[in-house]
């Protein structure tokens, strides 16, 4: 920042001088050096340098900006903490980088009505935070939720562990501020009132992947703390029972709060990773089932779900003792990603779905794909909806093993669409899973999209070549394997 | 419906209410709907969509359609996998056959709109109806995870999918749900289910209006404590009389889970509820629910001579004290009947108005200003079609309205759907 | 880099042309280190420049992603590259946070090598930096001088004369703020101990620890030696102080000044040769003495002499700790709260034991302080180098500060000076200890009241001024 000041201002191009004037020039940034670090997001394989990143300071700042790229046809996009896992925030096309990370302020919180208003920089664990004194959280809680924005969040319509019994990011959004492409402001609920009459906006833009709008002002829904909670470990020696005993449980009429499974490859990374459990190494999988809600009412559920791990053969199944506990296993689950780093140099994350009910089919797929390309795949997942997470682990420093790794992530998301299942149940398509989307859509669907899109975005200079296939390219992934990989070759 | 048509009523229920012509098709199948709607979109024909019927009195100031397009033989069950719980459905569909088909698996479509013998899966999921249940369980924008629609070009597209969770491409379910049949004709719907509750009861808690400001300190205290409730519904006294035989205000606590939750929540209820209220449990909430969700007049049941007119009311949760203390204002000082339930825990109150037409208007206008004044809004949801005339049954409309009007021109430039049936003359 | 590349580099001189790196002099970032790293962002809300200027490159992930990028040679070593790299502030918090233990301030230090190599300070900033890192720390006579002058500073009444002519308004701002915080300087335990071989053990002696005096600590903490020493032999330690002990490195390792930090590290090494445990009352320097293996991995004969090294040295909190130490008796009646110096908790995972310390002094009413392992901008000598980051982390620590406490207790002398300013700035109460000391009194108190009647209490040496 010091040095910002005294680099050489030489030949500054006239757009970055017109942006420097709207956010002040300790707010942007232009040179390669600094650039480089925004290449790319939580998806490594992509990588483009922006034109710029700046760094508004409050809604009028982001529509001027806007207003400035849209009169200009500069290409734009809106980035948070740039944990996304597909890479919507890769700026293909030398995109002017909207960082909203310095509007993180929690606005207000109006317990009586269960609400509150937060800036899109405000990071989802800080809603938490700040409200649990009175009992009060915020339900989506996404893995990176320590440094996810919620704006990020709206974006992708994030998920999380929780998501089971509680919803997604988008059944919690509750009222929206936009600034939309042509920088135009627009405001939907912004107390927070249900059923605003009209088409659902609020629906169609959370999990817009930025390609609608930009967020500026998010209205959440806020719950009570459940009275209870109970969390239970279970390890089974063999996959199948794991996943029938997922079945059996949502089929006893229980909705745990989370349904998570691990199997034996994720268990290694996790053990290896900086918040092992102790783990044994040789079970084939391990679920995480928590329940929550009126005290008096969770032990009957504990020992329904007891039994059931008993009737498929569990091998060991404990309740966690106490808060400390139940922290540390989440904090395994939770770091699950990144501790693969300490078992793989490069992982590819993906982001299926499938109906609970084909899991030990998909699964052993999912097993046949890892042999066919010669890569390990680490399942961490959330049983319960049927969210699969195939971590696929490779080197990107052997030749080859990217594009294999593409390959076989490609295989798996084929494999859950085939099961009748989404490709992707909170990531998001991003760029890493636009050519997939044909798997699931028909060239009609995704032109009724793109036409949702147009209404928003006609000039498609917000975040533009995400999200859908590339129209004039027939579906050849191969194509697009080769064109990633070369990015990632050195 | 078609029966009370075809004794020839239907000129009388479309003069009454709109939204119908005499000319009904009734499509069998998908591939029916699509090449009905893709002809008349050809040929410049007028399309008026109707399920169950219930919602003529819903918008809409067009008085005549070419065609009614009726959805009464697309029903039944088109899939249903208990372990996945969810349940693909054909829109014809009552809310009580799927519900009653759903309840031998233990499960149910956690929505509780008013009139499920009458109401179909489609007519709700257009309508976006809920009821006092929404608290816990949420609207159809959250329990409808994909659909199959068939485009006014004829084109039938499937938005979302058949899994739970899902977020590939836009949210597309979303545009559909709500939108008053003016994008596309639902052919099909897939939702997430829940399971029954395994034991249920109600509890009321009734007070005089000098001491609503102690149940509104009680509905506070009960939302900071960790009691879950499933409805928070506040009724006002005129209602109540119908309801509980007493005029007084009651607070509707609707409590599902295990028993001994059930019976926990109860205590803690009695031990905690305002001094001044009296409390009541309900044996036979299942009973209670069904009286209460066929209180709503609609366009099958109201051919009285009195004018009946309903309206949806949105406020921030606490904000339906204000709105009752205002209807039941109004109860005292105009010559129209007000019988309103609101849920403090959502903020989405039903309000139902009888009288003279032109008291009845009047009434309507007062609370749509007041609600608007306040930062809600109020829309009508029933009432004659002349009479809709004199108001904006949708209210006012805010600066996202452009796109509300790109979309509909994107999708049916021709307004071949349900031409003028919802916000802005959409 | 593909692996071929990778046995190339292994294999060739530092300056070979085969690699597409860019980083030119031996002993640069550790490939495998950044391998771990997966991009995902985990570290960025634990990174204190980040929380301030939201900026990537000033985040964990960025900076590895640009250590990195110059490996790949689509950076150079140049000013750019070394502003996020000097801009961190080495408190390790980004290693707690990762999920995949990347070692991200070993691969900064390494960087900071490069940088230094390629771009070596010039003018005043080298005139400084010298007179610091290689004029005094490393030399004890000069240190304990330079203490001399400043307990002559403060005896003098010079002191008051700058405080009350307003002196104070020509200098720079940040050392403005020092000066105001500078400790009261007692007799350092190198002066009082020159002559001592072993300080006895109160009573029967259960074992011998060696201790690092440190070189600041010694000079403007020596009552917190003092301390450390008092609760050493009162719980049954030997101790010795070793002659040919120096500064542990740290500051100079963080500068990018490797090579200075591996000759202090050798020296070090070999002084405590003989020593079965190390004890340490500065976080910082305990951590150095830990990592010393990492400075030598090049280096197969010192890495293990190292690494035997490293497994001796431990922080007092933790020492007393695991060996059991006597509960005083007496009361300090206090609202304490307690900061973890990013060395103590990141660094070696010390968090638990300096706070069960201070719950055993009776009357210590402990209070948790939100994000108490947040860096509070000390960072060795940052302070002094980066003043506008280090100032504005320190006020956001001090914003988490509870506003009643009466005393912030912590494990490092750096972190003390800095706090102490971030009271004296924002007009808090709030004294600053060290954990060690509280201890040392509530032993005095009870040796007063001959609560323990074998101890002695060392009424001319009491560090207690409160």
Redesign the interface.
Known sequence: MVLLAKKKKAQIDPDILALTKIVGSKSILHHKEDLLSYDCDGFTIHKAMPKAVIFPKNTDEVAAAVKYCANHAIPFLARGAGTGLSGGAIPLNNEVIISLVKMKNLLSVDYENRKAVVQPGFVNLKLTNSISHKGYYYAPDPSSQYVCTIGGNVAENAGGAHCLKYGVTTNHILGLEVVLPDGEVIEISPNGILDTPGYDILGILTGSEGTLGIVTKITVRILKNPEAKKTVLAYFDRVEDGSHAVSDIISAGIIPAALEMMDQTAIEGVEAGAFPVGHPPDIEALLLIEVDGIAEGIAEQIEQILSVCENHHVRDVKVARDEKERDRWWANRKTGFGAMGAISPDYLVQDGVIPRSKLPEVLKEIRNISKEYSLRIANIFHAGDGNLHPLILFDSRIEGETEKALLAGTACLKACADAGGSITGEHGVGIEKKEEMRFIFSDEELEAQTAIRDVFNPHNLLNQGKLFPTPSRCMDIKKVVNETSLTKST | MDEILLEGSLTELADRFGNITSNILYPESEKEVAMMVKEANKVGKKLAIVSGGTKLGYGGIKPEYDFTLSLKKLTGIVEH??????VTVKPGTTMQTLQQYLKQY?QMVPLDPAYASASTIGGVVSA?ESGPKRLKY??A??HVIGMRIV?PDG?I???G???????????????F???MGT?GVITEITLKL???P?YSSIVTLSVQEDALHDLKAFI?QL??????PVSLELVNPMLSKNLFHKEEYHLIIALE??K??V???EAWIDENKPTKAMMNVLKHSEDFWTTFNELTPNSQNDFHDTTSGVM?V?????GVFPLLQECDRLNLESNVQILAHAGA????STIIFSGLPENVVQSIRHIQTFSEES???G?VKHLPFELRKHLNT??Q?????Y??K??K???DPKNTLNEKR???GI | MSLKEKELMKNSPPCSSNSLSNYLWEDHPDEEKWADCVHCGMCLESCPTYLETGQEQHSPRGRVHLIKSVAEGKLEVNEQFMDPVFQCLDCRACTTACPADVDVGGLIEEARGQVRQAMPLKGVKRAVSSFFLKGIFPHQNRLQAAGGLLKFYQKSGLQKAVRSTGLLRIMPDHLVEMEAIMPEIHQSTHQKYKNVEIIPAKGSSKAQVAMLKGCIMDVMFSDINQSTINVLTHNGNDVVLPKKQTCCGALHIHAGDRETGKKLAKQNIEAFQDAEKVVVNAAGCGCALKEYPELFRHDPEWKAKAEAFSKKVEDISKYLYDTGYEKPQSAINKRITYHDACHLAHGQGVRHEPRQLLKDIPGVDYVEQPNADTCCGSAGIYNITNPEMASAVLERKMENVPKDVEMISMGNPGCMLQMAIGVQKYGRGGRIVHTVQLLDWAYQADAKKGVNDGVISEKEESTDRS
Do not use: C
């Not at chain 2, 999918?161 to 545009?175: F, P, Q, R, S, T």
């Not at chain 2, 939302?223 to 879950?228: A, P, R, V, Y």
């Not at chain 2, 949105?314 to 606490?318: A, C, D, P």
């Open positions: 996998t208990p372990g996945d719980m969810t233990n976006n949420g609207a924008r959250d485009y084109k597209i499937r938005t999918g058949k899994v739970v969770k899902n977020v590939a491409g836009y949210d597309m379910n979303k545009l749900i709500g939108a994008l829940r399971p029954l395994k506070i939302q900071d404590s960790t009691i879950e889970d295990v001994k939750a019976l926990f929540q949806k949105g406020t921030t949760n606490m825990g959502h903020g989405l930062g809600g809004y829309i949708w209210g409309q805010k600066d996202s309205f796109l509300m790109g979309i021109q994107k999708i919802f916000i802005g």
